[in-house]
């Protein structure tokens, strides 16, 4: 099998790769700096496995997730993180890993990528239990256009993306999100969109719209 390193750090990703240096059944055939796009490189590599190293930044990281997993659909993708907490994970098996692993012990990290590809481990992450509240709880306290926002940050767009969507100010967007987080009680965009599909305030998002039309 052909692995990658994808990472911020050239020490860290050779760190890694000493870790990894057991793993007989891989091949490993680089490192890709996590600073810029790795998709192209990953994509022309032609692996089998990735082996992402956490950011630690949540946004940046799925971010990577994502874009790893669209270069590389086939390909095993395993996060090695710091943040083990339930809904960080949840949040990172959505966007597309197949397997995370703390970091915290990197010595361990060359026999539990071993077991993750022989199939030996499995483990579904779940989310933190939410409060669940009925859809039209924050629905009624949200505008249509911050409905609107919502859904398009729960996609994954960016601010820039939605500004030029909505015809608006990059600006104007932060302000509505602002807004936004202090309604539902979240600290950031993955909260937020977090918050809107276990609440089912993405289903509202159209009548909410119509209502504004009326």
């Given at each position: 099998?052909?692995?990658?390193?994808?990472?911020?750090?050239?020490?860290?990703?050779?760190?890694?790769?000493?870790?990894?240096?057991?793993?007989?059944?891989?091949?490993?055939?680089?490192?890709?700096?996590?600073?810029?796009?790795c998709?192209?490189?990953?994509?022309?590599?032609?692996?089998?496995?990735?082996?992402?190293?956490?950011?630690?930044?949540?946004?940046?990281t799925?971010?990577?997730v994502?874009?790893?997993?669209?270069?590389?659909?086939?390909?095993?993708?395993?996060?090695?993180?710091?943040?083990?907490?339930?809904?960080?994970?949840?949040?990172?098996?959505?966007?597309?890993?197949?397997?995370?692993?703390?970091?915290?012990?990197?010595?361990?990290?060359?026999?539990?990528?071993?077991?993750?590809?022989?199939?030996?481990?499995?483990?579904?992450?779940?989310?933190?239990?939410?409060?669940?509240?009925?859809?039209?709880?924050?629905?009624?306290r949200?505008?249509?256009?911050?409905?609107?926002?919502?859904?398009?940050?729960?996609?994954?767009?960016?601010?820039c993306?939605?500004?030029?969507?909505?015809?608006?100010?990059?600006?104007?967007?932060?302000?509505?999100?602002?807004?936004?987080?202090?309604?539902?009680?979240?600290?950031?965009?993955?909260?937020?969109?977090?918050?809107?599909?276990?609440?089912?305030?993405?289903?509202?998002?159209?009548?909410?719209?119509?209502?504004?039309?009326?």
């Amino acid at each position: 099998m052909r692995l990658a390193i994808v990472t911020e750090h050239r020490m860290t990703a050779e760190v890694i790769r000493r870790a990894l240096r057991d793993v007989h059944a891989c091949q490993i055939v680089g490192y890709v700096d996590a600073r810029r796009s790795c998709g192209l490189p990953i994509r022309a590599a032609d692996v089998d496995v990735v082996v992402l190293d956490d950011a630690g930044d949540q946004e940046r990281t799925l971010g990577r997730v994502r874009e790893l997993r669209a270069a590389a659909p086939s390909a095993k993708l395993i996060l090695l993180t710091a943040a083990t907490d339930p809904s960080r994970l949840a949040d990172a098996a959505k966007a597309g890993i197949d397997a995370a692993i703390a970091k915290q012990r990197l010595e361990t990290v060359g026999g539990l990528v071993r077991e993750v590809l022989a199939g030996n481990v499995f483990h579904a992450f779940r989310a933190a239990p939410a409060e669940l509240r009925p859809a039209n709880w924050a629905a009624e306290r949200l505008t249509p256009r911050e409905l609107q926002i919502l859904r398009l940050v729960a996609t994954g767009a960016s601010n820039c993306r939605i500004a030029a969507e909505l015809w608006v100010t990059e600006q104007t967007v932060k302000f509505h999100l602002s807004n936004v987080y202090q309604k539902l009680g979240v600290a950031n965009r993955t909260e937020a969109s977090r918050f809107a599909h276990v609440n089912g305030l993405l289903d509202t998002w159209a009548a909410a719209l119509d209502a504004e039309a009326a």
